[in-house]
């Protein structure tokens, strides 16, 4: 997968759902089940009542639809779920050393 950093300025605090599903070239909804399933898979924290996106958690949704995009949804949320595990396995092991 290539993965290019995004570039915020540095003075962007929040992202709407709307902007981000324009940034993104999706439906606001379709925005909406992507965050649910990066939310489950704890990768950003997001309020009910925010209605947006910090940079850092929208740049996790961007690599999260460039996955779908590359792999498809089942297997982006595969892919993300194995290498979490192992990420949290590896901490695991380094904690109990």
């Given at each position: 997968m290539t993965t290019n950093?995004?570039?915020?300025?540095?003075?962007?605090?929040w992202i709407p759902i709307v902007?981000?599903?324009k940034?993104?070239?999706v439906h606001p909804s379709?925005?909406?089940r992507d965050r649910a399933v990066v939310e489950a898979l704890g990768l950003i924290t997001y309020t009910k009542h925010s209605?947006?996106?910090?940079?850092?958690?929208?740049?996790v949704l961007w690599i999260f639809r460039q996955l779908v995009q590359e792999r498809g949804r089942k297997e982006a949320i595969k892919a993300i779920a194995q290498q979490l595990k192992?990420?949290?396995e590896q901490d695991r092991s380094r904690s109990s050393s």
């Open positions: 950093r995004l570039k915020f300025d540095p003075l962007l605090a902007q981000a599903a940034l993104l070239k379709q925005v909406r209605g947006g996106f910090s940079p850092q958690d929208f740049e192992e990420y949290r």
